[in-house]
């Protein structure tokens, strides 16, 4: 890693069919896999990577179009798009039956890959994940039905209406660093461009196909969920767990929708038992 973020970036790339990837690996042991989602970054796991290092070996990677990784025009970064690529990166790292966890759209990212590109996995950890439908916030479904109007709006107009969503669904108690971390990716001209990429990729389309094939997931799978989520109603980790096969719901109380940034340690103990073959305790 790099100094960059509070000691947070990553120094590897992995070229692929579609960009370069930022991403880097921490410990040994059994293989994991830590997705991301909108509209952060890989940052948000970096409390909770240290604890899962200490017995995985841990790949981390930034979203294409978010972070370190490569961002430009033309770019396809649907969650169809990602899980693809999602599939190839395990393929380039040679990663056999590893696990992965997944945050909002990484949730799905994990789930689609797993499901429609048939990646392999030996369980898929869900955190307040973006699958059961309708999902969509009203200010997503704002910037889709108004996007020429954005393109042209002054970037730092822009940035206050971007932080004004993200303060919807944060903890007041999210320090500046993450703050900061968060939001700089999507500042200015070339950063309000990259943010409204991201959101013509946001499509219910591509988590509404996974539903009916929830119960073809044939290991297990843990779903975890801020009681106090703000953007993903709770009881959708309750349908999760209904239509997912050997699934276990834990819901974290006090907790909004960036459970790794609000309760890393938490998480961290609930995933290091998961991993492990084990379970918490309620």
Same mark, same amino acid.
């Given at each position: 890693?790099?100094?960059?973020?509070?000691?947070?970036?990553?120094?590897?790339?992995?070229?692929?069919?579609?960009?370069? #990837?930022?991403?880097? $690996?921490?410990?040994?042991?059994? =293989? &994991?896999?830590? *997705?991301?989602? @909108? %509209?952060?970054?890989?940052?948000?796991?970096?409390?909770?990577?240290?604890?899962?290092?200490?017995?995985?070996?841990?790949?981390?990677?930034?979203?294409?179009?978010?972070?370190?990784?490569?961002?430009?025009?033309?770019?396809?970064?649907?969650?169809?798009?990602?899980?693809?690529?999602?599939?190839?990166?395990?393929?380039?790292?040679?990663?056999?039956?590893?696990?992965?966890?997944?945050?909002?759209?990484?949730?799905?990212?994990?789930?689609?890959?797993?499901? #429609?590109?048939?990646? $392999?996995?030996?369980?898929?950890? =869900? &955190?307040?994940? *973006?699958?059961? @439908? %309708?999902?969509?916030?009203?200010?997503?479904?704002?910037?889709?039905?108004?996007?020429?109007?954005?393109?042209?709006?002054?970037?730092?107009?822009?940035?206050?209406?971007?932080?004004?969503?993200?303060?919807?669904?944060?903890?007041?108690?999210?320090?500046?660093?993450?703050?900061?971390?968060?939001?700089?990716?999507?500042?200015?001209?070339?950063?309000?461009?990259?943010?409204?990429?991201?959101?013509?990729?946001?499509?219910?389309?591509?988590?509404?196909?996974?539903?009916?094939?929830?119960?073809?997931?044939?290991?297990?799978?843990?779903?975890?969920?801020?009681?106090?989520?703000?953007?993903?109603?709770?009881?959708?980790?309750?349908?999760?767990?209904?239509?997912?096969?050997?699934?276990?719901?834990?819901?974290?109380?006090?907790?909004?929708?960036?459970?790794?940034?609000?309760?890393?340690?938490?998480?961290?103990?609930?995933?290091?038992?998961?991993?492990?073959?084990?379970?918490?305790?309620?």
């Amino acid at each position: 890693m790099r100094d960059e973020t509070d000691g947070w970036g990553f120094d590897q790339r992995q070229r692929t069919s579609v960009g370069k #990837v930022a991403y880097d $690996v921490f410990g040994e042991g059994p =293989l &994991v896999v830590l *997705v991301h989602g @909108t %509209p952060t970054r890989s940052y948000l796991w970096r409390n909770v990577t240290p604890t899962l290092a200490e017995r995985n070996s841990v790949y981390v990677y930034d979203l294409l179009g978010f972070g370190e990784s490569e961002r430009k025009e033309g770019q396809d970064l649907s969650i169809a798009a990602q899980a693809r690529l999602l599939d190839e990166l395990v393929d380039a790292w040679g990663l056999e039956r590893a696990a992965v966890v997944g945050h909002d759209i990484g949730g799905s990212v994990a789930l689609r890959s797993h499901i #429609v590109e048939r990646t $392999v996995y030996s369980r898929i950890a =869900l &955190v307040d994940a *973006v699958v059961v @439908t %309708p999902w969509m916030p009203e200010a997503n479904q704002h910037f889709e039905a108004h996007m020429d109007a954005y393109r042209t709006m002054p970037p730092h107009l822009f940035e206050a209406i971007v932080a004004a969503h993200f303060r919807e669904a944060m903890s007041p108690q999210m320090d500046g660093g993450a703050w900061e971390a968060y939001l700089s990716q999507w500042r200015g001209e070339e950063g309000k461009l990259a943010f409204l990429r991201k959101e013509e990729g946001l499509r219910e389309r591509d988590t509404a196909e996974l539903e009916p094939r929830l119960g073809e997931v044939d290991v297990p799978v843990l779903v975890v969920w801020g009681e106090q989520d703000a953007w993903l109603h709770p009881s959708q980790a309750d349908r999760l767990g209904e239509a997912i096969p050997n699934s276990r719901v834990k819901k974290i109380p006090g907790v909004g929708h960036f459970v790794p940034e609000d309760a890393p340690e938490e998480l961290a103990r609930e995933l290091s038992a998961f991993l492990a073959g084990g379970e918490e305790g309620p």
